[in-house]
């Protein structure tokens, strides 16, 4: 393996740590820009899939200790993203974290499910499970046919 190949996967897991957090990072994107240029599709899975329950992680525990802080929160400011989130969670309870791969939706439901103190290990399953069907989503038809089932130039960059 290259040096180039090597910093490219290590990259891909430390922005899989920062993608849950509130810094916007566009993992799919990167993921598939990897998968473009020739990196291994199964190991860019297994990576960006590790490093996301890694900071997921952290994600799930602080909003299981931080239960006041955001109730504070909550009360200066309801973002529609957590209010869907908390609706979907009180509907479906853990099996909403099957969707947990969605942009803006699964963070929130990250939070809500550390918020309502879920049990690690159901959290950690059905949050696996949820990202690896995303993942799936995204990069099997890349790997097939060559192309996504959705542009990956952001709306902001397409041609004019």
Known sequence: MRLVSVGGYVLLILLAVLAPTPIPIPLDGIILGL???????????????????IGTFFIFVLAKKGRALYAQYRKRKKRQDYVAAQNLFHRWGKYSLLLSGVPFLGDALIFIAGFYRLHLTTFLLWFTFGKLLWYGLIIIPIVAFGQPFFPITPWWASPK
């Open 35 to 53: 998968i473009r240029l020739g990196y291994n599709p199964t190991l860019i899975i297994i990576l960006a899939l590790v490093g996301d329950v």
